[in-house]
């Protein structure tokens, strides 16, 4: 499970991400959508522990993703990211891409990393 509570970012002075809540269940499929610049790879890079957050709270799984003992490539290895036009195959789905990791790095079987 994803839960957001709070989420602000800001870059400088400006404010790119304000009081996000959010709550995703295991099995659910979110999808963010808005216009160029508006912060949804903002967003997916506060839940990967990619950017710091200024104010609120990111837990993947009950894991503050952004405390200081989190260890964040144990975190990591339990997410996944597709990115717009880097590092995936295009003859592959986007889901196709994010379970090729955990079946290469983690040796799990295809319908392991598909779940």
């Known amino acids: ?10 870059f400088g002075d400006l404010h790119v991400l304000r009081g996000i809540d959010l709550e995703v269940q295991k099995g659910e499929v979110l999808s963010v959508i808005g216009a ?7 967003l997916l890079y ?8 200024q104010q609120g709270s990111v837990l993947v799984d009950g894991i503050d993703v952004h405390a200081k003992t ?15 036009q ?9 889901i196709q891409n994010v379970a090729l990791a955990p079946q290469i790095v983690k040796k799990m079987s295809k319908s392991e990393a598909m779940e």
């Open 36 to 42: 160029s610049g508006s912060g949804k790879s903002t």
């Open 46 to 53: 506060c839940i990967n522990g990619i950017e710091p957050v």
């Open 70 to 84: 989190t260890d964040l490539n144990r975190l990591r290895q339990r997410l996944g990211m597709v990115f717009q």
């Open 1 to 10: 499970m994803i839960r957001i509570d709070g989420l602000h970012k800001y």
């Open 86 to 94: 880097w590092n995936s195959f295009p003859h592959l789905t986007a």
